[in-house]
């Protein structure tokens, strides 16, 4: 294989009980990415299309994550990477991710799959650091994995994809404002309440079981967060009028996407999904605001070959 | 139906890091408990064996889950109840639940069912009240419903049957000291560090996918707690040398079966639940400390019928 062109998706973080632990993927909304093999060893990005990004690779999320797959993984030929930017920066549905994962997952289908999915994950982790100054896999690793996935913990780094329901949806509203991952952590409080704290880990069980089991009333009953919501919504406008409204029209949860300033609603099917975007969308329209929106499947795959040569 | 005799099973809860959320029912230990209907209407506790316990209804915990059942169906006829407790009062695996269970559990079913298990567990509640000052289902709800369960939350009360692999077996060391509920519940922080709390209920979300995916080793890695056992385990005599000594032993995992003295362990497999079990009485036998050992399969089907006419 010579070269590779990849959908990288969208993912969606926190999930509300899930904070700093649950992901999803998405299947309606991300990335592109073509990767050649070149004789030249190393790393360079000779495109990126759709965002103002360096193109120095170690000043660039999928940079920094092939760089570390191939610290590991040396070869004596290169890489060029071409990056076709849909996810925008800075929106909360994981555009970082979607660069670091692609590029570690392209150069590693490029190799012939020396590494797991689950082993790239701690190479697009370091994208993330670069991105943030935290390498965290919320969003790296529902979009190498697909589905949901669960980071339990860091030491050692274990993430545990889980299944999920058929028919459940997420919504996605991305108000076009601009919110700082720094800003979104520096209202987080350093300390739980214990009972705030067994409330979550009660939603976390639940949700997860509500997963295994297609429950999705009970998926809908643990998507509460007791810990960044209440601080994080206010940084985002109209978070409770578009949370309510996302309710009222049937979705069976609603909260922060990541660190903001996207809302999700998850959702019993493809009209319910359709009608709680219509619904949202309206309050933006009202105040003003503008938007994207996005209705996806859950994608149970993360990122997709679309051609190979 | 006139009398029935059934098995109160006894109970772990919280199993590390489900602190005031998870719990899990035995086999192997538990109560037994003869109910009869009588013309006279009201309850009576008409013998106790193997504990010195009140045998005034309303001072009872068997009484008062009873009397709360009645106070939603009323009836023109009344209740005998005998107990004969095999789990030790103040043991940490349910003492006061088999009780309380059991009799909403018995006369339910006297009554024709009336009440659908899961609806049993806010009456059997009230006997926790009158235990601990806490009406908390911990500990009644696995021992109704069987398996693992999972309270959610009380506001409404939200109880959720977690399903469990065929070869998990439980052990527990009750060494024969005393040990207050109430002082157990002193030793906690009011708080819980942000970091330590992610950790827990990551650990609560992989646990439940662990045991819904029989992954033995996934729920042996999300036995820890951050919350309760570091202040708690000062409390019970050689708690880390018990659980170090279940670790080697081959255990799964290892913590304090709800506010102790007991210590449980998670094992995969009679034969290594048996080593550890010889494992940790040794620890016992050399400081000289009195103790009791139990080993379980995980209960299913929670309180048994043993007869009934």
Redo the contacts between chains.
């Keep these: 294989m010579k070269s590779i062109r990849i959908f990288c998706p969208a993912t969606i973080a926190n999930l509300s ?6 992901g999803l993927c998405l299947d309606t909304v991300g990335d592109e990415m073509i990767i050649h093999k070149s004789a030249e060893p190393g790393v360079r990005i000779t495109k990126i299309e759709g965002a103002n990004l360096p193109t120095n690779p170690e000043a660039n999320v999928a940079g920094v994550a092939a760089l570390a797959l191939l610290h590991e993984w040396q070869t004596d030929f290169g890489f060029d990477i071409e990056i076709y930017k849909r996810i925008k920066a800075g929106s909360g549905i994981g555009s970082s991710a979607a660069s670091a994962a692609g590029a570690v997952f392209g150069i590693n289908e490029l190799l012939a799959r020396p590494f797991e999915k689950n082993e790239l994950v701690k190479f697009a982790m370091k994208g993330e650091q670069l991105a943030s100054g935290n390498a965290h896999a919320d969003n790296v690793a529902p979009a190498l994995l697909g589905g949901f996935t ?4 860091y030491n050692p780094l ?1 993430v ?1 994809r ?1 299944e999920s329901p058929d028919e459940l949806h997420a919504v996605v509203i991305h108000p076009q404002i601009e919110l700082k991952t720094a800003d979104s952590r520096a209202v ?7 009972k705030k ?13 509500g997963l ?2 297609s429950d999705y009333d ?1 998926i809908g ?2 998507l509460h967060d007791e ?1 960044a919501e209440p601080y994080r919504k206010a940084l985002i406008p109209a978070f409770e009028e578009i949370k309510n409204v996302a309710l009222q029209q049937g979705a069976l949860g609603s909260g922060i996407s990541g660190s903001g300033p996207s809302i999700f609603a998850l959702c019993k099917g493809l009209s319910t999904a359709k009608a709680v975007a219509s619904g949202i969308s309206v309050v933006y329209d009202r105040i003003g605001l503008t938007y994207e929106t996005h209705i996806s499947t859950v994608n149970p795959n993360g990122i997709k070959i679309l051609n190979q040569d």
């Design positions: 009980c899930g904070f700093d632990v649950l669960l980071v339990r913990g274990d545990i889980i987080l409080q350093p300390t739980v309440p214990l704290a067994i409330a979550q880990w009660g939603n976390v069980g639940g949700l997860v079981a295994y089991t009970l009953r643990c810990v």
